[in-house]
């Protein structure tokens, strides 16, 4: 009987551990302690589009999330690919069928290599010059420069595409991308000059006005101003004829620092002319306010501006 009973239970033992074993999931679900929000990241971006123009750069500030084991290097690009949201301030000027290839970090350089489709320029609407397009093909090339150099703080960015598509980069000559010369690209640093800074956007507003390309100065001129209102295009074209006053020279000395995101001031040394007589100015302070992600001035500064 006692040897009976102890072949039962281990009977009963076998059973049992066969039932635990057989219901255990083939494929046990695993689970992410960071699953969720939790493995991504967000941060602010700058990323660089085409003015309305197609002759600068103006930044639009984005906040992108990032998965933790992603390459944020090329999360930005397939963001600035996706094109600007103030589209009615900015434009794209990489075409937007282009695919990032692949991004390498070597040193000081950043590698990136493009689809084929970023040298096709097909995209572009409306029939341009030759200068024009080649201004507009130098530009999508800092577009992508400027906007990784300072999100990675990488200071070098070298492009090349893929043009064999087979994963594997080759350079690009200068004339596909618009610049003088038989070389090919090399890697570039960040370009300040094509960048419509509150700087370079007084420097075309002041510039136009010396030149007396008042549609160009009025393009500048804020919509929304809350001492007067912005006049139509021909009254400002006719103030500045009728006025007497002509800008003669300028000098932009200094960029004060922003006391907030949306104004900054710029210090200015400048001569104004009426009629046969001529008046200079020093350190004045002229205000700029964003609009649209864009630098423009309110009419109310200009007139205090060319005030003789």
Same mark, same amino acid.
């Given at each position: 009987?006692?040897?009976?009973c ?20 083939e494929?046990?679900?695993q ?12 941060s602010?971006?700058s ?22 084991d ?19 301030s ?8 282009t ?7 070597? *040193?000081?350089? +950043?590698?990136v290599?493009?689809?084929? !489709?970023? #040298?096709?320029? $097909?995209?572009? /609407?409306?029939?341009?010059? &030759? ?12 577009s ?14 070298q492009?090349?595409v ?19 010369g038989?070389g ?15 700087h ?5 507003l ?10 160009a ?10 001492s ?12 500045c004829?009728?006025? *007497?006053?002509? +800008? ?5 000395? !200094?960029? #004060?620092?922003? $006391?907030?995101? /949306?104004?900054?001031?710029? &210090? ?16 004045h ?5 964003q609009e ?13 501006l060319?005030?003789y």
């Amino acid at each position: 009987m006692k040897k009976f009973c102890c072949l039962l239970l281990a009977v009963l033992l076998l059973i049992s551990a066969s039932s635990c074993q057989n219901s255990e999931p083939e494929h046990p679900v695993q689970i992410n302690p960071t699953s969720g929000s939790e493995n991504r990241k967000e941060s602010y971006v700058s990323l660089y589009f085409g003015d309305a123009s197609y002759s600068m750069l103006a930044r639009e500030v984005r906040n992108i999330r990032v998965s933790v084991d992603s390459n944020v290097e090329k999360a930005v690009l397939e963001e600035l690919l996706v094109g600007p949201e103030a589209t009615i301030s900015m434009t794209q000027i990489i075409n937007p069928d282009t695919e990032v290839i692949q991004v390498v970090q070597e *040193g000081r350089v +950043l590698t990136v290599v493009l689809s084929m !489709e970023f #040298l096709d320029w $097909s995209f572009i /609407e409306h029939d341009r010059s &030759m200068e024009e397009m080649n201004l507009i093909k130098q530009l999508a090339v800092y577009s992508i420069v400027n906007t990784l150099v300072e999100a990675t703080g990488c200071p070098q960015v070298q492009l090349q595409v893929d043009r064999e598509a087979d994963g594997t980069g080759q350079r690009i000559n200068l004339s596909e991308v618009g610049m003088q010369g038989n070389g090919v690209l090399e890697p570039l640093g960040r370009n300040a000059s094509v960048v419509l800074s509150a700087h370079n956007t007084l420097e075309i507003l002041l510039q136009s006005l010396v030149d007396r390309n008042y549609e160009a100065a009025y393009d500048l001129l804020a919509f929304e101003d809350g001492s007067s209102e912005r006049p139509s295009e021909g009254a400002f074209v006719a103030w500045c004829q009728d006025n *007497g006053i002509t +800008l003669e020279s300028y000098s932009i000395t !200094e960029t #004060l620092e922003q $006391s907030t995101q /949306e104004e900054v001031i710029v &210090m200015v040394d400048y001569t104004l002319k009426q009629s046969i007589n001529q008046r200079s100015y020093t350190a004045h302070p002229v205000q700029l306010v964003q609009e649209n992600s864009l630098w423009k001035i309110r009419f109310s500064e200009l007139e205090k501006l060319l005030e003789y």
